[in-house]
């Protein structure tokens, strides 16, 4: 489970990142890039969305958000992509194609979009 303090919680936090543009996908997940942080005292938040549109049953979409956060904890144990700490927030949004995919496959495409980050 993700720790409270790395959680993006506030609507307007979810706006800005959404508004910031910088985008990074691939064919089961996208990743929404927020600001450059300022200073380094402001931890880096991250949110894991799975839409209705996805798939109808809640089942199905909280799996989908528990493997991806999963994998974002496990990066940030490890400390494997450091870039990810330049930036205030990221928000991870599941594809149809994360459906059927294992964490394996979750966790490579996460791994992947987030390497991709400057």
Known sequence: MLQKKYRLKKYSAFIATYKNNHIVADDRICVYIGKEKTSDDV???AAFVVSKKIHKRAVVRN?????????FRLILKNNSFPNINKYISVIC???NSAIDASFSDID???KKNLSQIQ
């Not at 799996?63 to 994998?71: F, G, T, V, Y």
Request: no cysteine; glycine share 0%.
């Open 108 to 110: 490579y495409s996460l």
């Open 63 to 71: 799996r989908i958000k528990r493997l991806m956060r999963e994998s």
């Open 43 to 45: 931890i880096t938040k």
């Open 93 to 95: 949004v599941a594809k």
